[in-house]
Nanobody, 121 residues
């Protein structure tokens, strides 16, 4: 069983910065994509930023130039640095990962518990 544990989040003023991190744990697994989604009140969950297994980042248009996603394959972690935050970035942020469990060999997708980011003055 693969699990994700997130940390970070909180309250920040508009224009401020915040960072999130996520670590995957379990036994005998390999990760493909690993990244971040968010869900604002009354809205659907949406992609924020993700990374391929080689570390190539993919960003939502709304966060390009402000957010940076980074991944450490050796530690099974992914981080999200959020700069120039706006009130519309307020949401619950979820870490997401998918890949393969090696024994028995099968695909998995897993979500973190979510962490609240509030951008407000």
């Amino acid at each position: 069983q693969v699990q994700l544990v997130e940390s970070g989040g909180g309250l920040v003023q508009p224009g401020g910065s915040l960072s999130l991190s996520c670590v995957a744990s379990g036994s005998s697994f390999s990760l493909n994509a690993m990244g971040w989604y968010r869900q604002a009140p009354g809205k659907q969950r949406e992609l924020v930023a993700t990374t391929t297994s080689s570390g190539t980042p993919v960003y939502a248009d709304s966060v390009k130039g402000r957010f940076t996603v980074s991944r450490d394959n050796a530690k099974n972690t992914v981080a999200l640095q959020m700069n120039s935050l706006k009130p519309e970035d307020t949401a619950v942020y979820y870490c997401n990962a998918h890949g393969m469990v090696l024994m028995p060999y099968r695909y998995f997708e897993v979500w973190g518990q979510g962490t609240l980011v509030t951008v407000s003055s």
